[in-house]
């Protein structure tokens, strides 16, 4: 995709989510929290944090117990991961499915900017062959559409903590920002 129609595409993209956000009955935002709500907060668009790169599947498949913000725990499927690099940096993450059957990729991540700029509890990603896998097999990683888990904006919502082994030391700065 050229990168104009990208980045056309993402700001549509933000606008949704904001509009969503700030109106929605679903929206995770308490209601007496929206009339306040002017949008979120975002690293501006950068083709440098979209990345096409391919998943190095998990021969053996290990389930992995996350516990989540409120104590709960539940296990998701180390699917594979993804290598690349990040400002001259090698990077690893690790790709989870909630079960063998699932086909959406799930990307937790910690990075730099992470409880600083960004959530400390970190940010995540989802990926589905229908939109993000490319016809020469590669997967489009796009951390400018890394976004915040929705207990960022209420106590009401439970996530996951990031596992250590998806901390990255790079910063990432794309994406959605800390949520005030």
């Not at 699932?102 to 990307?107: A, N």
Request: some cysteine; aromatic content about 14%; glycine content about 8%.
């Amino acid at each position: 995709m050229e990168i104009d129609a990208w980045k056309a595409q993402l700001e549509g993209e933000r606008r949704e989510k904001d509009r969503f956000l700030a109106g929605h009955w679903q929206s995770p935002i308490p209601l007496g929290d929206r009339a306040g709500f002017s949008g979120l907060a975002y690293y501006p668009p950068d083709p440098n944090y979209r990345l096409a790169i391919e998943l190095h599947e998990h021969r053996e498949k290990e389930l992995v117990r996350m516990t989540y913000t409120k104590g709960e725990e539940r296990d998701f499927v180390q699917w594979g991961e993804f290598r690349f690099r990040i400002g001259g940096e090698a990077c690893v993450l690790q790709v989870y499915k909630s079960d063998t059957k699932e086909e959406r990729l799930f990307i937790p991540f910690k990075d730099a900017t992470s409880g600083n700029e960004t959530y400390g509890g970190g940010r995540y990603l989802d990926l589905d062959a229908a939109r993000h896998l490319t016809v020469d097999g590669k997967w489009t990683l796009d951390f400018n559409r890394a976004y915040n888990p929705w207990c960022v904006f209420s106590e009401a919502y439970t996530c996951p903590f990031v596992p250590q082994g998806n901390w990255l030391a790079v910063p990432i700065r794309a994406g959605e920002k800390d949520y005030p």
